[in-house]
């Protein structure tokens, strides 16, 4: 049972830090693609 319990915790963990991993690259992802509009746009 503990053994059960450790498991599952430790799955936990994985998927919110997975969670957090998939976060920071869409964050990044919306940094460059607004990074990449400001340039669209301030072109002549």
Same mark, same amino acid.
Request: proline share 2%; with cysteine.
């Given at each position: 049972?503990?053994?059960?319990?450790?498991? %599952?915790?430790?799955?936990? +963990?994985?998927? +919110?830090?997975?969670? =957090? %991993?998939?976060?920071?690259?869409?964050?990044?992802?919306? =940094?460059?693609?607004? $990074?990449?509009? $400001?340039?669209?746009?301030?072109?002549?």
């Amino acid at each position: 049972m503990d053994l059960q319990r450790q498991t %599952i915790k430790t799955l936990l +963990n994985s998927k +919110n830090l997975c969670k =957090d %991993i998939l976060k920071q690259k869409l964050f990044h992802l919306f =940094d460059f693609l607004e $990074v990449e509009n $400001v340039f669209l746009f301030s072109l002549p």
